[in-house]
């Protein structure tokens, strides 16, 4: 027997019990024999062992490089004794498993999902509770999870905190956002993790909604690099029945552990067995663009739960939406803050004459999408009640059928199909999400009569019932629920302000879509960083797509609302690679058609780009610094790529070999000018075309705030 910090020496004989105890005390307090499984390519290796006292530990190395070190597992109950101590290993089984499935949607084609897992049976001698933690290793990283199999002494149990652990190797350097609980709208701060309690204050003011803020709590995706060069990604994939996780850092020893989203109670989470946590995951590569290419999230989640999915189908859209962000136009019908919809004739009132969501208006944008062949039209303000939530703080509840009188929605419906577009329905649920409950049936049924066939669904505000949090287990149980409700009336759902992406979209794609960052509106707010968008590949779309709302051409929003000096942090040239560099399968257009009509040589990037995909590669990545992606459109020959870079500007030098060999294809080429600067001279862009193949190389300038997007579509043959 391997010593260890207890020593076990003979007894003397006693009772069958007292014996058996002594036996498992000797038991306890040895450390077990190690557990060990390797990815495919043997590259990760992950270790299990239960350190003395019978605790449950794990640890992840990278080409012989520590990762993760030995790390702490388990959960804290209330009421009863934690899940943390006092184990025995029972079994440990080791599979394996590799299969290649399609999406309904995404960036590829066909996805491997291949891995090897080590699935380990604890039992808790003490209570007689068992627990499994399965951990599969895949050529891309780690994801584990533990399972709570049905069982008499664990029944049905209250979390206090999960104590899982992530024991970093050194100081990374880290790409974060605080730690709340109900938004992700923050500008990611860059920092050593030692840095990270010094800039807590500033990184959190002046959005901070958590009551309390650690100074040291920190949300996922979180991406990290170490100075030896690994990134390393942290994050949770199938996030169901369970709260959103955060990481509190212990910034002397670099060691993140698991802080989930407290209900109105305080409690973390209530489960009933048999149940399954969701999966921690640690993707891991010595190259920044395996990172961004991993599908480590995706194939944790289970197959599609809809037999047919023919009719989930990627959109790109036009909307009446960025004229009132800018404050050029507004939501509401009439001025108000005391009106009391059960008891109000808005076909009396006075219309404030700024109302954006009229019939007249929206069918020229309707115009515009057939014209250039756009799949919708989104319109919001288009309900009443917006006056009354405006003025009431946010408190008022919508109906979610009944419009203003200046927005016909028969004729609407009617003048849309003629053109071959829909219309996206907006759900503001003002952050009352009982009321939109009662209300979910009625409201996609009206949908689905009037042609609707995606709904964006916003959650602003202090959720009621009242203690709520956006990410707690009760608000993410009803997200899941709005989906698949949404999914016995065909309809597909944008969910803005919900929970962060966790690779859902893979079980139920009519998720098409998501917020949860801050998107292209923070730009009419005062701005995003210039490095915002070399960043959030890394971070928040490591979970699954985001509605971003790029392609804003007019960058001085004071041309819209003279009042307002804010202005987008990008080049022209740049907004246009983000329909590349942003993957979603629901892209925006999201500037005004007056103002497109100005630069339509430009906006025919837009029109040609595809939102469907059969092949990504990314070309080069730095996190922080730039990233240049190409990607072949579904079913096509036709490639696009797209490079945007921080605010120091850079040359990008890219290969094109990608193409098919032996084939000859003409590039067009958006670029930023020579004289262009996402400040001083953002709308200063250049077009060419240029015949390419597998062997060409392109060095193409990018300006501070810029980058730069390439078509390319092969050649006809000669004849």
């Given at each position: 027997m391997q010593q260890s910090s207890f020593f076990c020496r003979p007894r003397p004989a006693g009772t069958a019990g007292r014996a058996l105890?002594?036996?498992w005390l000797c038991l306890l307090f040895q450390p077990a024999k190690a557990e060990e499984i390797k990815s495919p390519n043997a590259n990760l290796t992950l270790t299990f062992a239960l350190q003395a006292g019978g605790v449950p530990t794990y640890s992840l190395t990278y080409k012989g490089r520590a990762v993760i070190k030995p790390s702490h597992l388990g959960l804290d109950l209330q009421g009863a004794p934690a899940l943390t101590n006092g184990f025995a290993v029972a079994a440990a089984k080791a599979t394996a498993f590799d299969q290649t499935w399609q999406p309904v949607w995404g960036e590829v084609k066909n996805i491997r999902n291949h891995y090897n897992e080590l699935a380990v049976t604890l039992t808790q001698a003490a209570t007689h509770r068992t627990m499994i933690v399965h951990f599969r290793v895949?050529?891309?990283?780690?994801?584990?999870?533990?399972?709570?199999p049905r069982q008499p002494e664990l029944a049905y149990f209250v979390v206090k905190e999960e104590r899982t652990q992530f024991a970093l190797a050194g100081d990374h350097k880290a790409f974060w956002l605080p730690g709340d609980y109900d938004t992700q709208e923050y500008s990611t701060t860059t920092s050593k993790l030692s840095e990270v309690r010094g800039l807590m204050k500033t990184?959190?003011?002046?959005?901070?909604?958590?009551t309390t803020f650690s100074p040291t709590g920190l949300q996922t995706?979180?991406?990290?690099?170490?100075?030896?060069?690994?990134?390393i990604n942290i994050h949770e994939a199938a996030l169901v029945d369970y709260s959103c996780l955060s990481l509190e850092l212990d910034d002397q020893n670099f060691v993140l552990e698991s802080r989930l989203t407290p209900d109105a109670q305080g409690n973390k989470g209530s489960l009933q067995t048999p149940c399954l946590s969701p999966w921690r995951t640690v993707i891991v590569s010595d190259k920044a663009a395996d990172i961004l290419e991993s599908k480590l999230v995706l194939n944790l989640n289970e197959p599609t739960k809809y037999k047919d999915t023919s009719w989930i189908k990627p959109i790109k859209y036009v909307g009446v939406w960025w004229e009132m962000i800018t404050g050029k136009s507004t939501w509401a019908y009439t001025t108000g803050g005391n009106i009391k919809l059960d008891s109000t004739d808005y076909s009396k009132l006075k219309p404030n004459g700024t109302h954006a969501a009229n019939t007249a208006h929206v069918k020229e944008y309707i115009d515009f999408a057939a014209q250039h062949k756009l799949d919708a039209v989104l319109v919001e303000g288009w309900n009443t009640g917006w006056e009354d939530w405006f003025g009431q703080g946010k408190d008022y509840v919508f109906d979610f059928v009944t419009p203003y009188p200046d927005f016909d929605v028969q004729e609407l419906h009617r003048y849309a199909a003629s053109k071959n577009v829909k219309i996206i329905m907006h759900h503001e649920t003002s952050g009352s999400v009982r009321n939109y409950e009662r209300h979910l049936d009625k409201a996609y049924q009206f949908m689905a009569d009037n042609g609707y066939s995606a709904v964006k669904s916003g959650y602003v505000g202090n959720i009621l019932p009242r203690g709520e949090h956006h990410y707690g287990q009760w608000l993410n149980n009803h997200y899941l629920y709005a989906v698949t409700k949404a999914a016995e009336y065909k309809i597909m759902v944008n969910g803005h302000e919900a929970v962060r992406p966790t690779g859902l979209s893979r079980t139920y794609p009519n998720l098409i879509g998501n917020e949860a960052a801050r998107g292209t509106e923070y730009e009419a707010f005062g701005g995003n960083n210039v490095d915002h968008t070399t960043?959030?590949?890394?971070?928040?779309?490591i979970g699954g797509p985001m509605d971003y709302t790029p392609g804003i051409?007019?960058?001085r929003i004071s041309a819209y609302n003279p009042q307002n000096t804010s202005f987008v942090h990008s080049t022209l040239a740049r907004q246009l690679a983000l329909y590349v560099t942003m993957y979603s399968p629901l892209?925006?257009?999201?500037?005004?058609?007056e103002t497109y009509n100005k630069f339509l040589d430009a906006f025919q990037f837009i029109q040609d780009v595809a939102v469907d995909w059969d092949d990504t590669k990314v070309l080069e990545a730095e996190p922080g610094d730039y990233i240049t992606i190409a990607r072949k459109a579904k079913g096509k020959s036709s490639w696009f790529v797209g490079s945007t870079c921080d605010e120091q500007g850079r040359t990008s030098t890219i290969s094109l070999r990608f193409l098919d060999p032996g084939k000859s294809y003409v590039a067009t080429v958006y670029a930023d000018a020579k004289n262009a600067h996402y400040e001083k001279n953002p709308q200063a862009y250049t077009i060419r075309k240029v015949t390419v193949t597998s062997k060409s190389k392109l060095a193409q300038y990018c300006a501070p705030g810029g980058g730069y997007a390439i078509s390319i579509t092969e050649s006809a043959p000669r004849r």
């Open positions: 105890a002594i036996l895949f050529d891309d990283g780690l994801g584990f999870r533990y399972e709570f990184a959190v003011t002046p959005n901070a909604s958590q995706p979180l991406m990290l690099k170490s100075q030896d060069g690994l990134y960043i959030l590949p890394f971070t928040r779309l051409f007019q960058t892209q925006m257009a999201a500037d005004l058609p």
